[in-house]
């Protein structure tokens, strides 16, 4: 191996000062030793810095007499430099890189790998120009273009692999644009995620539920009329595989009490499971309770983006004594929930796929065949499926296929009344003063709910003063002002604020159904309190987000989101104005609410009076009384074939001309509460109940028990 390199040559120069093409430095393959020091006449050479193994550096071109030339970098003895390739004339030639011994190189190319280097502007004279360092891959490098004479050219510096290089010393970095939050858009589906605080948050919720609403489940409130009618349903459809025990006339829709047949068919004692019938309903009960419970904090966070409105809302429908006394019962408007939770859940999906909205569409269908209230929720889902699947590939299918999915649920239902011939009254008659004789109708019974009425719900005997308001007037109120200021945000940016429109909108369509003046029932009112929650949930995070404007605040944010609703919990519990853990009795002493005091045992009243009918009452008896007790008079034995209650008594054909032949003396017990009592006073606006109000009449009281303002008896007809 030769130990001489060939000396680098100057680039001839043309009649203008221009520069020509050189010649190769080196033969292809020659062997070279570092390079000597001397030069060409008039050259000065300054040698490159060192670099790391593996990069490439960039030496500038030999140029005029008269300028100084940066010298190639040495490389080790025994090393091969590949050819230098030929520039055109204006064009500088790279050299070649130190390597490592016995390795050869390629061909002077850009700096690292696949890059490409771009050449340096000119500078004016007398000035020094330094090029770019090497960048990591996938960058571009800078390298220094040919200058006037008598310039200085320095090599470039190779910095290390992963870097970023400077062009100029006096280059300013660009700033970085600060990073944005977390998008959140209801119409998009851009929901922010759960979290470690929103997972143990939503497990504190669940338990919660479970202890509000499973303690002393069994024992608080009194079993009311309503749970009987549904169990003795659901008891039908298990027995005797049909809608009712009686005449169905579509009073309601059935899915409510198959439901209840369903979840009692696979217990080890079916409906005796948990002690009564009723028992078991309630049961049935505390695990809807629950999953309404996830569902309601899922759609209060994807609607709110916030954790905290979520926790607000599920506090609220958890431990609100309107909720308690309510949801424990065996109601149809406890599973219609359920099932409209589950409908919005399914829209509020991250994509709106077509499971979703199917999926959604059958819920919506399945919560109007349970109770056909539930329609006053259907324009705010037909909204809020609008919003989502605005603007998508798939809208138009979409927008068809969710109607059909809700609707599928009725229609099977119509065509149930359509193939018993029950659909139409007889002769297409809707005269609500002669109702059809030879069977029922499922359109004149609907006709007949939309036209019923009982006046104003404000007045001082009604619900709203009497029932609702002693129960819980916190949320109530606290309800009512949260869904205005919700209507009030969600219409100003209906773009932004969708999450307020939905919520606001779904309060408000259940309540214009409340105050309409229609015949309202005492627990009506269920439906409308998890979205009561659900507005107050968010408007309470609104308005503490809203106060982190001011400097003050700003620096206790985290600590305030947690504190200010803890301190507003533990106000509620422990106020007796609220109810809500402690209260004010009738004889004006604080105590424990009923719902969790376990001296109060309303049903225990109950269950003695069953045990004193079982003890002295002939199963063959014909016994008036009313739909709480029937489920263990006809499922527990003794059977006890001929009791029924005074609504079908007097009402059903079956019972009232064949069993009791509309006479009192027929009657040989009445089973009786101060509530049934009530109730048979406002059921004779046509004179049906005189002749078992003549039994009472004529009939001798044989057992009463009283506990506060419930009174039971029975009495032995004459």
Same mark, same amino acid.
């Given at each position: ?153 320095v090599a470039a510096k190779s910095t290390t692999p992963g870097k970023k290089t400077v062009a100029a010393k006096n280059a300013k970095v660009p700033a970085r644009r600060p990073r944005r939050g977390p998008r959140f858009s209801v119409a998009r589906g851009w929901f922010p995620p759960l979290g470690t605080k929103g997972k143990i ?9 479970? !202890? ?74 505390? $695990? ?175 619900? !709203? ?32 604020? !969708? ?90 002493? *604080? ?37 709480? $007790? ?75 028990? *009283? ?12």
């Amino acid at each position: 191996m030769s130990d001489n390199t060939t000396p680098s040559r100057s680039a001839p120069v043309d009649s203008e000062g221009r520069k020509t093409a050189a010649d190769k430095e080196t033969a292809p393959n020659r062997s070279t030793t570092p390079p000597d020091k001397s030069t060409a006449p008039d050259e000065k050479t300054a040698p490159d810095k060192s670099t790391v193994p593996g990069k490439k550096t960039v030496a500038a071109k030999s140029a005029t007499p008269g300028k100084k030339t940066v010298a190639a970098k040495s490389t080790a003895p025994g090393k091969k430099t590949a050819p230098d390739k030929s520039t055109t004339p204006g064009k500088k030639t790279v050299a070649a890189k130190s390597t490592a011994p016995d390795k050869k190189t390629a061909p002077d190319k850009s700096t690292t790998p696949g890059k490409k280097t771009v050449a340096a502007k000119s500078t004016t004279p007398g000035k020094k120009t330094a090029p770019d360092k090497s960048t990591t891959p996938g960058k571009k490098t800078v390298a220094a273009k040919s200058t006037t004479p008598d310039k200085k050219t320095v090599a470039a510096k190779s910095t290390t692999p992963g870097k970023k290089t400077v062009a100029a010393k006096n280059a300013k970095v660009p700033a970085r644009r600060p990073r944005r939050g977390p998008r959140f858009s209801v119409a998009r589906g851009w929901f922010p995620p759960l979290g470690t605080k929103g997972k143990i948050a939503l497990v504190v919720s669940l338990l919660t539920g479970v !202890l509000t609403h499973g303690y002393h489940l069994f024992r608080y409130p009194l079993y009311l009329t309503d749970e009987g009618i549904y169990m003795q349903r659901a008891w039908s459809v298990l027995r005797e595989t049909s809608l009712s025990p009686y005449t169905y006339d579509y009073d309601h829709a059935p899915l409510g009490w198959i439901t209840l047949a369903g979840w009692a068919f696979p217990l080890p004692k079916q409906f005796e499971t948990f002690g009564t019938a009723i028992n078991t309903g309630r049961f049935l009960m505390l $695990l809807v309770h629950i999953a309404s419970v996830y569902l309601l904090f899922e759609i209060a966070r994807r609607l709110s983006g916030s954790v905290l409105a979520a926790t607000v809302t599920a506090f609220l429908f958890n431990v609100s004594p309107i909720a308690v006394y309510f949801q424990r019962q065996v109601l149809l408007d406890n599973l219609m929930i359920f099932w409209l939770l589950l409908s919005l859940f399914m829209l509020l999906r991250r994509e709106v796929t077509i499971r979703a909205v199917f999926g959604g569409g059958v819920a919506l269908g399945m919560a109007l065949i349970t109770k056909e209230n539930a329609i006053f929720f259907v324009p705010t889902f037909m909204y809020l499926l609008y919003r989502r699947i605005k603007g998508s590939p798939s809208h138009r299918f979409t927008r068809t296929l969710w109607p059909f999915a809700a609707l599928s649920p009725i229609g099977a239902y119509v065509t149930y009344a359509l193939l018993k011939n029950e659909l139409l009254p007889s002769g297409f008659d809707f005269d609500l003063n002669n109702p059809p004789a030879d069977h029922v109708s499922l359109l004149y019974t609907l006709w007949w709910q939309l036209n019923r009425n009982q006046g104003t719900l404000f007045s001082h005997t009604g619900l !709203l003063q009497t029932s609702w308001l002693v129960r819980d007037k916190v949320l109530l109120i606290a309800g009512v002002c949260a869904m205005v200021i919700c209507l009030w945000i969600g219409v100003r940016n209906r773009r932004r604020n !969708l999450g307020f429109l939905v919520a606001g909108t779904l309060a408000f369509g259940y309540a214009f159904y409340l105050v309409r003046g229609s015949v309202v029932l005492d627990f009506y009112v269920t439906p409308l309190i998890p979205m009561f929650a659900l507005n107050v949930g968010m408007v309470t995070d609104r308005l503490l987000k809203g106060s982190f404007a001011s400097r003050f605040m700003r620096g206790a944010h985290s600590m305030t989101r947690v504190a200010v609703p803890s301190f507003v919990a533990i106000l509620l519990l422990a106020s007796p104005a609220s109810g809500y853990l402690v209260h004010t009795n009738t004889e004006g002493r *604080t105590q424990i609410a009923d719902q969790y005091q376990s001296k109060i045992n309303l049903t225990g009243m109950q269950h003695a009076q069953i045990a004193w009918v079982r003890k002295h009452v002939p199963p063959n008896s014909r016994i008036v009384m009313d739909d709480d $007790l029937w489920s263990q008079l006809h499922d527990i034995r003794p059977f006890y074939p001929y009791a029924h209650s005074h609504w079908n008594a007097s009402s059903d054909p079956d019972v009232r001309d064949k069993l009791f032949k509309k006479k009192w003396q027929y009657v040989d017990y009445i089973i009786m509460s101060n509530k049934m009592r009530r109730s048979m006073m406002l059921n004779n606006g046509d004179g049906r109940e005189n002749w078992i109000l003549k039994a009472l009449q004529n009939s001798t009281r044989v057992w009463s028990m *009283t506990r506060g303002n419930i009174k039971l008896e029975i009495y032995r007809v004459q």
